[in-house]
């Protein structure tokens, strides 16, 4: 069979650039997403058993089981989680993305975001806020509380003020954010801040008592982070549509468990590659070191790969104060990813680089061949479950990622050559 | 006398730094704008009669004497304003600003800015928001039924928020507004944003009805320049500390009646230098072209006189699409303006050019030597009274206001020389 890769990869771009997600709702986790079930619980990243878990990502565990009332502590949720009857999966093979360990249970409420072009659905959890928090591997009481909250608080206000709103398109959205210092991985300040001005008059309008109309929107205004875990989903929307396309050499998919980094190709479906997670280089909150830092961590790496994040860098020269870097390295990270992607968005907009469409559309065979890794802004987990964030930095997935796809995608598409 | 023009300038430059500008509250104009009474309307820019007022001026005081019941129809607004019992004042000699028009009457609800380093206020209306509104001297029933809405609800709901707000310092949120694209002139779509995120939980704890706390948080989302008539009073806030120091030849003013451009120098204090305002050069809305441009209005170049606005559209990129210029010509009008200024911002950075501080404290001297005037982006209104915004645009200070100052300078401070 001959593959024409360019024919597939165009085919591929114009899915990306197609899409339209929007904000379809918010609905429980064990009743939207397919394939979920009380004992299952979705992580971030390439699958994973429990014995290969980082800390951060144990942690998350440990709280998603005493979250749900299937463990009464850290010990039992510990031998309840390596004892069998639970089971473990990528939030990728349901549809979904979780931010750092991505911990998601049966009983959390999630966004669910739908890409009108095509009709189909993701998912994310609500953004928990910083500091002590379950993505970051913490466990405590206050942990535990706050998923109570947003479970029996804020997930209905905000489905019920959702009902209220116009309709929320994420990618003008993003759009807007990226005119405004955001590059929607760990700048999303902006884009909060977009989402607060919608939502708030829908939030009076909803039939909750005032205290809690008020503790919700003090909740997502003391939180620039609560956006993205609507930007990881409208990413995975977008590359979703460019999956399982025969021949095509797109990166559809780049996520991390905190052991090990993973990719997939859209030409090569359902398959992960995968390699060793590495360390964030960055900046540390006071206190903590490198010995404290855990490899890198979570799913919010489908920014990047959709054009966002560390290649939008440009558009958010004030990221640097948060991970490290120059204005210039910002400039220049952007400029290079134009080198390993096959497109330019039509949507999202660097205004600093003249309003410069995002890079678009990572090619395998150009990352390969030019030897440039695709550049990644991110969170740091402390390494030991239960502490939470220690930083924020940069980093690259492993080369062995993209040569073993290359290696596997000749094997598939190039056999009768 | 041998005066230290240095040390004066640097006194000025440090009163503008020092300034904390505050949200104070929120008071009717009558009560807390000094000087004001029934039968004043306060303008933009410098003196000017009834006579030689632009057609936006006098659209916007029919409006504002139908507001306040003192005429009941255009024509007897005009017979009443032309008679001699109307009183005319610029909004700079009674502490406050006004965007374009600038037309305040007594019963108009304000924003009181205190600079919290010296105690003093600054006074700015409530922003009307887009389209048909009376700053851009409209006055159909809609306009004057809006402010009737401000005077009623609007202002009520805000003076009541505020109390349940934490201080909000302006100066911050410019500074934040900085980083996300803003220049807090023609584009406040980031600070609108922040504003929103502080006083959307406030208004929900307020004592009005669901419906009224809704249709303010939609009024203020439904309009990005909603800062300006914060970030404007802000300005003055700081510009008015450094007001009236011997010597000094910082410019403290530079604002527009539309017939008139007027500035005002620290050492020559109240004194107006005024030439004729000149015509806006930048994008029209459709349907209109360069004969229906007014020369320009308002007191909204006081953003540029602090080293906002046109001064710092290098972090503002986005803002060419509103007023026009390229990218390039962005960047270039902040480096420009480091030429004529005597500072850099302590507080106000621009991201793009590596978080340097925005240029501040015009020097007259400096304008006067390199012959570099000052770079101001503005909106447009129609010429005639009643129709309103016809585009934005970017435009200079006639050269004589600054050529009648220096003659003055000299014959003030430089006698014995």
């Not at 993973?262 to 070191?289: C, E, Q």
């Not at 290696?407 to 050559?417: G, P, S």
């Amino acid at each position: 069979m001959l593959i024409d890769i360019n024919e597939a990869n165009a085919r591929a771009i114009t899915a990306i650039q197609a899409a339209q997600p929007i904000i379809k709702g918010i609905g429980t986790c064990g009743e939207v997403v397919p394939g979920m079930k009380k004992n299952l619980i979705l992580h971030a990243g390439p699958p994973i058993t429990w014995e290969k878990m980082s800390g951060p990502m144990r942690g998350a565990v440990i709280g998603g089981l005493m979250y749900e009332g299937l463990a009464g502590s850290q010990e039992e949720a510990e031998k309840l989680a390596a004892g069998g009857s639970i089971e473990f999966s990528p939030w990728h093979e349901h549809d979904g993305v979780g931010p750092m360990a991505g911990v998601a249970t049966a009983s959390m409420p999630v966004w669910i975001v739908e890409n009108k072009s095509n009709g189909r659905c993701t998912f994310c959890t609500l953004n928990e806020g910083l500091g002590k928090v379950l993505r970051y591997g913490a466990f405590s009481k206050e942990v535990i509380e706050r998923l109570i909250w947003i479970e029996k608080v804020l997930g209905p206000v905000l489905k019920e003020a959702l009902t209220h709103c116009r309709e929320i398109n994420l990618k003008n959205m993003i759009t807007q954010a990226l005119q405004m210092g955001d590059e929607v991985h760990n700048r999303n300040k902006a884009a909060t801040s977009l989402l607060i001005r919608e939502l708030a008059p829908a939030v009076v309008k909803t039939s909750f008592k005032n205290e809690e109309k008020e503790k919700v929107l003090s909740f997502i205004h003391s939180n620039d982070h609560f956006f993205l875990n609507l930007s990881m989903p409208a990413c995975k929307a977008m590359l979703q549509a460019a999956e399982w396309i025969d021949g095509s050499t797109i990166v559809t998919t780049m996520s991390r468990n905190g052991t090990e980094f993973g990719i997939r190709i859209s030409g090569l479906k359902d398959r992960w590659f995968t390699g060793p997670a590495l360390i964030v280089k960055g900046l540390l909150f006071p206190g903590f070191n490198d010995e404290d830092c855990n490899p890198d961590i979570g799913d919010s790496a489908i920014t990047e790969t959709c054009g966002l994040g560390g290649f939008s860098m440009a558009a958010a020269p004030a990221i640097v104060k948060f991970v490290g870097g120059s204005v210039g390295d910002a400039m220049n990270f952007t400029r290079k990813m134009y080198e390993i992607t096959d497109a330019e968005s039509d949507s999202f907009h660097i205004p600093p680089l003249d309003f410069r469409g995002s890079p678009l559309g990572i090619n395998l065979l150009k990352v390969c061949e030019k030897n440039i890794l695709p550049q990644i802004n991110t969170g740091i987990a402390h390494r030991l479950p239960g502490v939470g964030q220690v930083g924020a930095g940069l980093v690259n997935p492993p080369a062995k990622c993209f040569e073993d796809a290359l290696e596997a995608y000749v094997e598939t598409w190039c056999k009768d050559l």
